[in-house]
């Protein structure tokens, strides 16, 4: 089902219609851990179980053994402006269990090289407010003074 507009057809003409769906999936990380072979998705309302199945399997060749869906509660929250409560929608999510001895892990974005790099990055920081604490002990004796006068 689509809700484009398509040119209308005239005899003569060639035919310029062409099927475009208004189905969307997005890979979504669960809140709870899954086991390896399970994979969320957060999908349009109107797909079905058998359309989740022939997306993965058709478009990406992905390996499906079974798909379970449920509708979550959208979040609901205070607006800025005028304060009163709006709901927003209620997401389609669907658990695709994987065929064969196919796993899916999320790719680590933040690895551990870069936690090193925080840890350098804190001990530069700590060592700043060393030097800028000094600073001020140096100076607290002429307030109105600036830094590069003295000697």
Known sequence: MSTRW???YQRGCPQLRIFLPNF???????????PGNIVQFECSLEMTKHDIRNYLEKIYNVPVVDVRTRIGLGPTRR?????????DDDPKIA???????????FPDLFPEKDK?????????MDESKRGFK????????KPGVPSWLSI
Do not use: C, S
């Open 24 to 34: 969307w999936m997005k890979l979504v990380r669960p809140k709870h851990e899954l």
């Open 6 to 8: 398509y040119p209308l």
């Open 79 to 87: 607006d800025p402006t005028y304060g009163y409560v709006v709901k």
């Open 134 to 141: 000094k600073y001020l002990e140096k100076h607290k004796e």
């Open 116 to 124: 090193d790099k925080k840890i350098d990055e804190e001990k530069a």
């Open 95 to 105: 658990y695709v269990t994987l065929g064969g001895n196919e796993t899916f892990k």
